[in-house]
């Protein structure tokens, strides 16, 4: 894992203290910048070529009836992502991001639609799957240890694709009806807690539906049993695809030095998994937002994250990260841009 | 006052049901859209044209030692401001907003620089005053019935400019060293409330400190009294010139239908009274921040608002409300461009 570099956060430490501004006054802000500069190395970070990869995959459990929308939809949002029409291509065209979206494992034919464009806000459409959908893991293991790798994989090649782009920052975003079972029924793993103290309502369940849900993942956590205290082999059992492929992602991000934005609850359940496999890899990370979806506050607790943005969204997509882009930003242009006490010749405290 | 439009809203809310997401997924920035859909009287609301004002003024209660920073950096701030340095003016450069700084009421010379530009992020300097500084309030009262009513007119006089320039949105901002307590004594008058409940560290008080400024302000609402009942009457006793301005400038822009973003403790103070003697301005003003003084939760409880960020700043300038910018700048892009289930051919709930 990359080292941060204590002495550009020192000299941007020092730099904070200098503008002209009550000490702290800029609150998290002045935090983002510092981080950011020990992350990128320089005393003054800026961010130029924001990076999102959406990662796409459908989950077995569906079947168990533990989603408001059809499992299909997963297919038709990775065509909504290719032609513009979602909530991340207009957050990427508005804040300048690239997009693809990476099919980790959706059930959508391979050749449904050729790469129509990868226009602004149009998302390029990655191919990097080893299954079409996990096995419903409220019955076996959602995966095998292969594909597990295969999908940890894809998540590395994203930020390969990234790096090789010249991207200063990464955003790892997630489609998968069925996703938030996939990552209460892991945090409950990786935490030890009770479903019914995570389970909330995805993208519209009723109190009955969020109900059947947390029954659903208790009979899956008996299923698999001890075997879940492994991260890793948690993330086999009852994660999935897209889940394993931004843990991986994100633990790339820590081992390459490339700064990453976190979402919601799914990206913030795959970096638990990911802190846990590669400890201290959040060094790397920003988190951008805290999601309506109440297990996310656990998630986020286990990671010691406190997110830039509560604004009581529950998209996925990378939303929630890639909203929170421009406020990272304002945060390394006030680092930059302000005058100190002395080149204003005003009186500091 | 302008009334909002109620069609637009309707039309807003139904297209927000239509746009591939789970309703509610974007959470406060689906309502975002809305409420500037019915302000701005059109189904897709954008911002192009922001316009901030900060407003500048001394204050007479700076005798009693109530500030960690001296008197003079009034004045500096203000050069600070014209010459692009201070934090605002990064944030107007990088929201494309246009700055101007309203001396309502400073001790700095009228002489002392000339306008030496106007460019994006170097503040255009308007005075617009009637006198130089607040008498002590812990004394006497702050200002003359007609000073007040100056103040509160150039409020309305900066709402004309932008109007004028064709801004879409109104950004008020202030600076004064001791304005946090002017607004805290302002508070207490208007919500009936003991200034050690609500008085704060402001630029950087110790704990005595506080204390200190929480005994001067209890001296001040004793001598003033059963006057400070009249909201009009506790601003022109324990107020601010650029206090009044703010508040007049609230007022005016929902007097002409003109989108308003509330800052931190100063300009929600000011808007407080606003409310008070125009109630329903309040429906023309979104709000950009929750600011470290704790006085800040209490006004913003009061004007039943729940701000956008909350991030620990504590500067003013704006500050909280410019960073809040490219958030209302996103809900508009989302709720104007994302596809909807028709057009995506995604199946909804």
Redesign the interface.
């Known amino acids: 894992m990359k080292t941060l570099n204590q002495a550009t956060r020192d000299a941007a430490l020092h730099r904070q203290g200098q ?11 002045e935090a983002v910048a510092v981080r950011l500069a020990a992350m990128q190395g320089r005393v003054c970070p800026r961010i130029e070529r924001p990076w999102i990869s959406v990662f796409a995959a459908d989950h077995g459990v569906v079947a168990e009836g533990v989603s ?3 499992q ?2 997963t297919g ?2 990775i ?2 992502f290719m ?5 991340i ?3 990427a ?2 804040t300048g991001a690239a997009l693809e979206v990476v099919d980790v494992g959706s059930l959508l034919a391979a050749d449904v639609m050729t790469d129509i464009s990868n226009d602004a806000g149009r998302a390029h459409r990655i191919i990097d799957r080893s299954a079409t959908g996990t096995a419903n893991f409220a019955r076996e293991a959602a995966m095998s240890a292969s594909a597990l790798e295969h999908a940890w994989g894809s998540g590395r090649r994203a930020v390969e694709r990234a790096r090789a782009a010249g991207a200063d920052l990464f955003v790892g975003g997630e489609m998968g009806i069925g996703n938030t079972t996939t990552s209460v029924a892991l945090a409950c793993a990786l935490l030890d807690t009770d479903p019914a103290a995570l389970a909330g309502p ?3 369940l009723d109190a009955a539906g969020v109900r059947h849900k947390a029954q659903v993942i208790g009979r899956a956590l008996a299923l698999h049993g001890p075997a879940l205290a492994d991260p890793r082999e948690a993330l086999r059992r009852v994660g999935g695809f897209e889940i394993a492929a931004l843990a991986g992602a994100f633990a790339a991000c820590a081992e390459y030095g490339l700064p990453a934005v976190i979402d919601g609850l799914i990206a913030s359940t795959a970096a638990l998994v990911a802190e846990r496999l590669h400890p201290g890899a959040r060094d790397w990370w920003l988190f951008g937002h805290r999601s ?1 979806e109440p297990a996310h506050t656990q998630v986020l607790a286990a990671l010691d994250a406190e997110p ?8 996925g997509e990378g ?1 929630g990260a890639a ?1 929170a882009l ?2 990272i ?2 945060a390394c ?2 680092h930059t ?3 100190t006490f002395e ?7």
Do not use: I
């Open positions: 503008l002209t501004k009550p000490p702290g006054a800029l609150g998290r802000l408001a929308f059809p299909a939809v038709q949002m065509l909504n032609h513009g029409g979602a909530a291509c207009v957050l065209r508005e995805g993208t519209g309506a830039l943005l509560d604004l009581g969204m529950r998209l939303s909203a421009p406020l930003r304002l242009a006030l841009d302000m005058a080149e204003a010749a005003v009186a500091s405290q």
